[in-house]
């Protein structure tokens, strides 16, 4: 009798054990959108809830890649940042607390090895390029919502303040062009990626803002172009220039 209580006992220790194992990291994975109470508490587990040896969530472990993937997915943003239908304070006010959890999701997988390589290169990015797709829209809202409520949309006053949120918004950008300066420390994927957000997130910027001040990224962009040994990141960046340039041209002609 006392071999089979010990034996239960045992087979209940284990199933706990199993339990509390598996229950270690939670997520809402179930959810079909995170809101920003969902992204406070992922990125609050992943900067502190994981520890010091233990290896993050990553695109390449296919146990933990819906994690990745659920976080950096734009559509939890976009499903209200979009949805014309809500107001617009509402909306500007969500941008702004997605932003705030961007600004913290940053840190989780900036990691280096003792080579200096970046242990987490591909999911670095894929939160990077999520925070570029995230400021297009709340920089745009928080715009709309200066001229909505200003009594002369056409003030001097109101384009100062616009212009100066259109530099912040170019110069957050230039933060992405920044990585180049790291290049070796990306693995050959990560260096791919990394020109993918290019191609994808710069055209976007340059073609809402025609506009703006873009020598501050052309100029930025010729520095990487000589610093990068990258073929897919050159690459990027010269077409970049070339859309730039293209614009300018574009302008003088009609100008003239």
């Given at each position: 009798?006392?071999k089979?209580k010990g034996?239960?006992?045992?087979l209940?220790?284990?199933i706990?054990s ?5 229950m ?6 179930e959810k ?6 969902d992204?406070?508490?992922?990125v ?7 520890k ?10 296919p ?6 993937e ?18 617009g304070?509402h909306r500007?006010k969500?941008g702004?607390d ?7 999701m ?19 990015l894929?939160?990077?390029q999520?925070?570029?797709?995230l400021?297009?829209?709340?920089f745009?809202?928080?715009n ?6 200003a009594?002369?949309?056409k ?5 100062h ?5 259109i530099?912040?918004?170019?110069g ?5 062009l920044?990585?180049i300066?790291?290049e070796?420390?990306f693995?050959?994927a ?5 020109a993918?957000?290019i191609?994808?997130?710069?055209p976007?910027?340059?073609n809402t ?15 990487m172009l ?12 010269e077409?970049?220039?070339n ?10 002609e009609?100008?003239?």
């Amino acid at each position: 009798m006392f071999k089979i209580k010990g034996a239960l006992l045992l087979l209940t220790l284990l199933i706990i054990s199993s339990c509390e194992e598996k229950m270690e990291h939670e997520f809402p994975i179930e959810k079909r959108y995170w809101d920003t109470k969902d992204y406070h508490s992922a990125v609050l587990e992943l900067r502190y809830g994981y520890k010091q040896d233990e290896k993050l969530p990553t695109l390449d472990d296919p146990t933990t890649r819906v994690i990745v993937e659920k976080l950096t997915d734009q559509q939890n943003f976009k499903v209200v940042l979009d949805d014309t239908e809500l107001g617009g304070k509402h909306r500007n006010k969500v941008g702004q607390d997605f932003f705030e959890e961007y600004r913290s999701m940053s840190q989780i997988y900036t990691a280096r090895d003792r080579k200096d390589n970046y242990l987490y290169d591909e999911e670095m990015l894929a939160v990077e390029q999520f925070g570029l797709g995230l400021q297009l829209r709340y920089f745009k809202l928080g715009n709309d919502q200066v001229k909505k409520q200003a009594d002369d949309p056409k003030s001097a006053s109101v384009k100062h303040t616009i212009s100066n949120n259109i530099n912040v918004l170019i110069g957050n950008y230039l933060l992405y062009l920044d990585k180049i300066n790291n290049e070796a420390a990306f693995s050959t994927a990560g260096k791919d990626k990394l020109a993918t957000g290019i191609n994808t997130y710069f055209p976007l910027l340059i073609n809402t803002y025609p506009d703006a001040n873009l020598n501050r990224i052309k100029n930025k962009a010729e520095l990487m172009l000589k610093k990068s040994e990258s073929t897919p990141i050159k690459n990027s960046l010269e077409e970049i220039i070339n859309l730039i340039d293209s614009k300018q041209i574009k302008d003088q002609e009609e100008y003239q």
